[in-house]
């Protein structure tokens, strides 16, 4: 699919970066437009997790280039880039709640942090919202010991939300779900993109997610981007390591 540059909102060229002397990722090249779901497959130590560890600043690339919203991140100070991951969200693989705190109280933690002119009622009113999305309202006074997996993922997932990020980043959404809760989220997933028009870059093993999620499946092997297609294309692939991800 040819994306014209004025269309991405995540733009990556030649991205690398090295750990002492193991290269992780090698010339990456990758675009995300508005509204996209972006599937990143790779065994692991493929490079996924640092993929996206480089695009909010959390991990510092060698070599390359990282355009957000048209910026290039590597020329921001310190405040233009937390302004920056304010609008992405990153769920991470074990949701990240804070253990002594409600999910009430886990849900306002990121208005307080970020939207501190919020009023009470605006913040409940948020937080009312974002549960209703993902179907747990009843959980509100719940601490995370008292939750499910797929309500500790829902609940993660919520919490990003509540920010209304224009990109979501996912790193192994359904890891450790049972197979129809795991279906679950990826559905929500999926929802998440209709509803709010957000940009996402998934990193899973899960195909079933991938299948459900995907507008467009990059798949990386030893740091190199090798393949690029809607899931359909790739599981039909001349390549039989490609393939052998769809089997």
Same mark, same amino acid.
């Given at each position: 699919?040819?994306?014209?540059?004025?269309?991405?909102?995540?733009?990556?060229?030649?991205?690398?970066?090295? /750990?002492?002397?193991?290269?992780?990722?090698?010339?990456?090249?990758?675009?995300?437009?508005?509204?996209?779901?972006?599937?990143?497959?790779?065994?692991?130590? $493929?490079?996924?997790?640092?993929?996206? #560890?480089?695009?909010?600043?959390?991990?510092?690339?060698?070599?390359?280039?990282?355009?957000?919203?048209?910026?290039?991140?590597? %020329?921001?100070?310190?405040?233009? @880039?937390?302004?920056?991951?304010?609008?992405?969200?990153?769920? /991470?693989?074990?949701?990240?709640?804070?253990? $002594?705190?409600?999910?009430?109280?886990?849900?306002? /933690?990121?208005?307080?942090?970020? %939207? %501190?002119?919020? $009023?009470?009622?605006?913040?409940? &009113?948020?937080?009312?919202?974002?549960?209703?999305?993902?179907?747990?309202?009843?959980?509100?006074?719940?601490?995370?010991?008292?939750?499910?997996?797929?309500?500790?993922?829902?609940?993660?997932?919520?919490?990003?939300?509540?920010?209304?990020?224009?990109?979501?980043?996912?790193?192994?959404?359904?890891?450790?779900?049972?197979?129809?809760?795991?279906?679950?989220?990826?559905?929500?997933?999926?929802?998440?993109?209709?509803?709010? %028009?957000?940009?996402?870059?998934?990193?899973?093993?899960?195909?079933?997610?991938?299948?459900?999620?995907?507008?467009?499946? @990059?798949?990386? #092997?030893?740091?190199?981007?090798?393949?690029?297609?809607?899931?359909?294309?790739?599981?039909? &692939?001349?390549?039989?390591?490609?393939?052998?991800? /769809?089997?």
């Amino acid at each position: 699919m040819e994306i014209q540059e004025q269309d991405a909102i995540v733009r990556i060229r030649n991205l690398g970066k090295s /750990f002492v002397d193991n290269d992780i990722l090698k010339s990456v090249n990758l675009d995300v437009c508005k509204g996209e779901n972006v599937v990143v497959l790779g065994k692991s130590g $493929s490079g996924k997790t640092t993929l996206i #560890k480089c695009l909010i600043g959390l991990v510092e690339y060698d070599e390359g280039e990282i355009f957000v919203f048209g910026k290039d991140i590597s %020329k921001m100070t310190y405040k233009e @880039l937390n302004e920056v991951r304010v609008k992405m969200g990153f769920l /991470f693989q074990n949701s990240a709640l804070y253990d $002594s705190m409600t999910v009430r109280e886990n849900l306002a /933690f990121p208005l307080r942090h970020h %939207k %501190k002119s919020y $009023s009470p009622e605006k913040i409940e &009113s948020l937080i009312a919202e974002v549960l209703e999305n993902v179907g747990l309202m009843e959980a509100v006074d719940k601490m995370p010991a008292e939750l499910s997996g797929g309500m500790t993922k829902r609940i993660g997932l919520a919490r990003t939300l509540i920010l209304k990020p224009d990109i979501m980043l996912y790193d192994e959404p359904t890891a450790g779900l049972d197979t129809a809760t795991a279906k679950e989220i990826s559905q929500l997933m999926l929802d998440v993109q209709k509803k709010n %028009k957000t940009s996402s870059i998934i990193i899973t093993h899960d195909m079933t997610c991938a299948k459900t999620t995907a507008d467009r499946i @990059l798949i990386l #092997k030893e740091g190199v981007i090798i393949a690029e297609g809607i899931y359909e294309e790739l599981e039909k &692939s001349e390549d039989e390591w490609v393939r052998s991800f /769809f089997m």
